[in-house]
T-cell receptor, first 113, second 113 residues
Framework: GAGVSQSPSNKVTEKGKDVELRCDPI?????LYWYRQSLGQGLEFLIY????????KSGLPSDRFSAERTGGSVSTLTIQRTQQEDSAVYLC???????????FGPGTRLLVL | AQSVTQLDSQVPVFEEAPVELRCNYS??????LFWYVQYPNQGLQLLLK??????LVKGINGFEAEFNKSQTSFHLRKPSVHISDTAEYFC???????????FGGGTRVLVKP
């Protein structure tokens, strides 16, 4: 597969549980982004990884949210003690060069009951 | 900080008619501008982008957009729509190439036969 992949495609969890969402970027892409798409807030930036630089975490809504990118490739977004307002579609994107396009994955639809 | 306003949340249009989706932005610095399309249950796909140069940008699927710096607008147009253009369209800006995207609220286009 040549595109960005995300897993799981759907996740239902109970309030208070932790969840991990995975993103596999396009091979060789140096930059990786997480966004969230929700009915109330629209599409919003969460976090951005670029090579070995410190990530831009300015969009993370609370300290319950964290993300890591291992080996400059796969990324995991972790939400601890999930709340109902965390229900959204979490989108991952990756990019090759500085002027290149961000390519988006299909998203993970998270529902917190 | 940047912000993006898409003035129309929904645009119904008949097949083969023209469509224009409006996008205005505010920013204290120069920006890069993008239009993305999201088909039902899919991720975001880039339609076109303005980085520099000609203010009229042509994209995929017959779409084009014009950057107007004085009016801080980047409206999207298509002269003749197809049923398959039914989707949600997002305008986005970034303040640097490769930087995080700030999205508008989206415009849902419904093409009627």
């Amino acid at each position: 597969g040549a595109g960005v992949s995300q897993s799981p495609s759907n996740k239902v969890t109970e309030k208070g549980k932790d969840v991990e969402l995975r993103c596999d970027p396009i091979s060789g892409h140096t930059a990786l982004y997480w966004y969230r798409q929700s009915l109330g807030q629209g599409l919003e930036f969460l976090i951005y990884f670029q090579g070995n630089s410190a990530p831009d975490k300015s969009g993370l809504p609370s300290d319950r949210f964290s993300a890591e990118r291992t080996g400059g490739s796969v990324s995991t977004l972790t939400i601890q003690r999930t709340q109902q307002e965390d229900s959204a579609v979490y989108l991952c994107a990756s990019r090759l060069g500085q002027l290149e396009t961000q390519y988006f994955g299909p998203g993970t639809r998270l529902l917190v009951l | 900080a940047q912000s993006v306003t898409q003035l129309d949340s929904q645009v119904p249009v008949f097949e083969e008619a023209p469509v224009e989706l409006r996008c205005n932005y505010s920013s204290s610095v120069s920006v890069y501008l993008f239009w993305y399309v999201q088909y039902p249950n899919q991720g975001l796909q880039l339609l076109l982008k303005y980085l520099s140069g000609s203010t009229l940008v042509k994209g995929i699927n017959g779409f084009e957009a014009e950057f107007n710096k004085s009016q801080t607008s980047f409206h999207l147009r298509k002269p003749s729509v197809h049923i398959s253009d039914t989707a949600e369209y997002f305008c986005a800006v970034s303040k640097a190439a490769g930087n995080k995207l700030t999205f508008g609220g989206g415009t849902r286009v419904l093409v009627k036969p």
